[in-house]
C-alpha cells in the first residue's frame, strides 16, 4: 500500500501543477539552484522532501489506520487550513463531529467531510457508501427540495499524500437523537415523527439513478448477515428470498436513518432551560401545557447523505420504523397518526428487511443473538414481539 500510494501520488502531482503550485515551484527552484548537490545525493535527498511536501503527513495503510485517523483533528488540521483559505473561507478551531465512515470536522460555522481516500474503495463494503458523487448528489437533492439539511456551501479535490475529496457544508445546530432521546416527552417524540414524515415526503421523490449501486445486486452480496453470524439455515433462506424479490419504483433513499443521523434542534432545548429558569413559578402554575406549546417549535434535521439509495420507498421506511423509532407508539402516531397496525408494519419488515444493507447489524442487536435466527419464521416471531413490547 505504501508503495501504490506514492505511485499514485507522483500521478496526482502532474495533474494537479496548479492545485499544489507552490509547493511544486519551491521543489523546482531547489532543483534549479542545487543540481549538482541533488545529483550527489541522490533520490536520498529527494525522498527527504518528499516527506515535507505533504499537508496531510500520516499513513493510510490499510480500515484500522483509517479508522483511527479520521478522528484527529492534528492530522487534518494542516489540510483544512489549506482548504479554508483557497475556498475564500474563515479558519477556525478544528473540532471533531462524530464520523460515520467518512471523516467531518467543525470549522466555525462549517462542517468539512474527507471521504475515503480512492486507494481503499476497493476493500470495504463493495464500494457502498464510499462514492463522493452519492452524497453530493443526495444533500443537493435535499437542499433543492427544502428538506432540513445541512446547506451545501462548496466542494472540491486536494491531491495530496491521499486524494482527498472534501465537501464544505453550513454547520447544523442540533443533537443526535441517541444523545438526547431519554429527555424526550411523549409529545417531543409525536412531534419528531411528524417532522420525520414531512421529512421523506420530500425526500422520497422519482428521480435518475444516481449511484452505481444497484440495489438487489448488493443485497445479494451483503456478507454482513454472514458477518454477524446467522446460521446456515437462514443464509440460505434469505439467499432464495433475494433472489425471487421483485421491486416497484424507485426513488431516491437517504438509506441510513438511524438515530445518529437525525438531530434536533439544540436552540430550543436551551430556550426551555432558560424559560424553566428565568419563570419558574409560571412553569409551576401552568405546568406542561406552556412546555408542550413550546416542545412543538423543535427542528429536526438529517444528515449524512453518503449511503442512499436508488430504491422504493419502503426500504427507506422499514428502517425509520425498525432502526429509528424502534416501533415505539409516540414516533409511530406522530409519523403515521393513528392509521397503522402492527401486522402491517410486522409485513413491511418482512418484506425489506431483508434488503435493507445495514438490517443485519439491526436485527442481531434488537432480536439476536445472530445464532439463535434460524430461519423467516424465527425472525418473524422475535420482530412481532419486539413490536408488541414498543406498541
Known amino acids: 500500500m505504501h508503495g501504490r500510494a506514492g505511485k499514485n501520488c507522483e500521478g496526482f502531482y502532474a495533474l494537479n501543477i496548479a492545485e499544489r503550485g507552490h509547493v511544486k515551484e519551491a521543489n523546482l527552484s531547489f532543483f534549479h539552484q542545487n543540481i549538482c548537490a541533488f545529483r550527489k545525493e541522490g533520490f536520498a535527498r529527494l525522498k527527504g522532501m518528499e516527506s515535507t511536501m505533504y499537508l496531510f503527513t500520516e499513513y493510510i495503510n490499510n480500515w484500522d489506520d483509517w479508522h483511527d485517523i479520521k478522528k484527529s483533528t492534528s492530522a487534518f488540521a494542516p489540510l483544512i487550513a489549506y482548504i479554508m483559505q483557497k475556498e475564500n473561507l474563515p479558519l477556525a478551531k478544528v473540532e471533531n463531529l462524530t464520523p460515520g465512515t467518512n471523516a467531518v470536522f467543525k470549522v466555525g460555522g462549517y462542517a468539512i467531510k474527507f471521504f475515503v481516500p480512492p486507494e481503499l474503495h476497493d476493500t470495504t463494503h463493495n464500494g457502498y457508501g464510499k462514492d463522493f458523487n452519492i452524497e453530493l448528489f443526495g444533500i443537493k437533492w435535499a437542499n433543492d427540495r427544502g428538506v432540513p439539511s445541512p446547506k451545501l456551501i462548496t466542494n472540491g479535490i486536494v491531491a495530496d499524500k491521499y486524494l482527498f475529496r472534501y465537501m464544505i457544508m453550513e454547520y447544523v445546530h442540533g443533537i443526535a437523537l441517541d444523545k438526547i432521546e431519554d429527555r424526550l416527552s411523549y409529545e417531543d417524540k409525536v412531534t419528531i415523527g411528524q417532522h420525520m414524515r414531512n421529512i421523506t415526503d420530500k425526500l422520497n421523490l422519482p428521480c435518475e439513478n444516481f449511484t452505481p449501486i444497484d440495489i438487489m445486486a448488493f443485497a445479494i452480496c451483503n456478507d454482513g448477515w454472514k458477518e454477524e453470524g446467522f446460521p446456515e439455515s437462514f443464509l440460505a433462506e434469505l439467499s432464495a428470498y433475494l433472489k425471487n424479490f421483485r421491486m416497484g419504483q424507485k ?141
Open 251 to 391: 426513488v431516491y433513499c437517504h438509506g441510513d436513518l438511524h438515530e445518529g443521523n437525525v438531530l434536533v434542534s439544540e436552540s430550543v432545548k436551551e430556550a426551555n432551560l432558560s424559560f424553566f429558569h428565568q419563570n419558574i413559578f409560571a412553569f409551576r402554575k401552568e405546568g406542561f401545557a406552556r412546555l408542550e406549546g413550546m416542545e412543538s417549535n423543535m427542528n429536526v434535521s438529517i444528515i449524512d447523505f453518503a449511503d442512499a439509495m436508488y430504491a422504493p420507498a419502503e426500504y427507506e421506511l422499514v428502517y425509520i420504523v425498525s432502526s429509528l423509532f424502534g416501533f415505539e407508539k409516540p414516533y409511530m402516531e406522530g409519523y403515521f397518526g393513528q392509521d397503522y397496525a402492527v401486522d402491517d408494519i410486522l409485513e413491511l419488515c418482512m418484506t425489506w428487511l431483508p434488503v435493507h444493507a445495514w438490517s443485519h447489524g439491526l436485527l442481531a442487536e434488537t432480536i439476536g443473538p445472530a445464532q439463535e435466527i434460524t430461519s423467516f419464521a424465527v425472525m418473524r416471531e422475535r420482530l412481532r414481539d419486539w413490536i408488541n413490547r414498543a406498541f
